[in-house]
C-alpha cells in the first residue's frame, strides 16, 4: 500500500513546485521570462550553450526582431520594439514522447521555444524567456508538461547563472 502513495506524493510534489521568485523575474500562468545585464549576443550565446549542455540542438533560430524592424514602415508602425530578437527552437525526443504518449494531442507544445531579446534603446538589459505548457490532461499528461516547463526553467536559468 506505501509504494502506491510514493509516486502520487512525489508527482504532487512537482506539480505544486515553483521557482523562487526572483528580481529581474517576470511570471504568469503562461509565460516566464527572466532578465540579466549584459549584450545580447553574449546572453544568446549561453542560452546556446545551456540548452546544448543538456543534450539538445538548436534545430531553428528566427530572428524575428530584425524581420518586424525591417517591416515596420510597411504596417505603419511608429517605433521599433526590439534592438534584438531571437527565438531559439529545439526538441527532446524523451520529453515529448513522454507527453505525447500521456495524450497525444500534447503535440501542440513541441517544439520548445526560448527566446533572448532586447528593448530597442535598452541594448544591455536582455530578456529570456519561454512560453510555459498548459498543464492539461490527466496525470500523467501534467506530469509530463510539467517536466518540460522545470526542464524549460532550468536551460533558462542555467543560462543565466541563476
Not at 504568469?28 to 546544448?52: C, I, M, P, R, W
Not at 500521456?102 to 533572448?116: E, L, Q, R, S, T
Not at 538589459?125 to 499528461?141: E, F, H, I, Q
Amino acid at each position: 500500500m506505501r509504494k502506491f502513495w510514493l509516486p502520487i506524493l512525489a508527482l504532487a510534489a512537482l506539480l505544486t513546485w515553483q521557482a523562487p521568485a526572483l528580481a529581474g523575474a517576470f511570471e504568469s500562468d503562461s509565460l516566464k521570462f527572466y532578465n540579466t545585464e549584459g549584450t545580447f549576443e553574449d546572453v544568446k550565446q549561453d542560452v546556446l550553450h545551456a540548452v546544448t549542455n543538456k543534450g539538445f540542438v538548436v534545430d531553428y533560430t528566427a530572428h524575428l526582431g530584425s524581420m518586424l524592424n525591417r517591416t515596420a514602415k510597411d504596417v505603419g508602425a511608429a517605433r521599433n520594439v526590439y534592438g534584438n530578437a531571437q527565438l531559439l527552437q529545439f526538441c527532446s525526443a524523451v520529453f515529448s514522447r513522454e507527453a505525447i504518449e500521456a495524450d497525444p494531442k500534447n503535440i501542440v507544445f513541441c517544439p520548445y521555444v526560448i527566446v533572448v531579446y532586447t528593448l530597442d534603446g535598452a541594448p544591455d538589459t536582455v530578456y529570456v524567456g519561454y512560453r510555459k505548457p498548459d498543464l492539461v490532461g490527466n496525470l500523467a499528461s501534467r506530469s509530463a508538461l510539467l517536466k518540460i516547463e522545470k526542464l524549460l526553467d532550468d536551460i533558462v536559468r542555467d543560462a543565466l547563472d541563476l
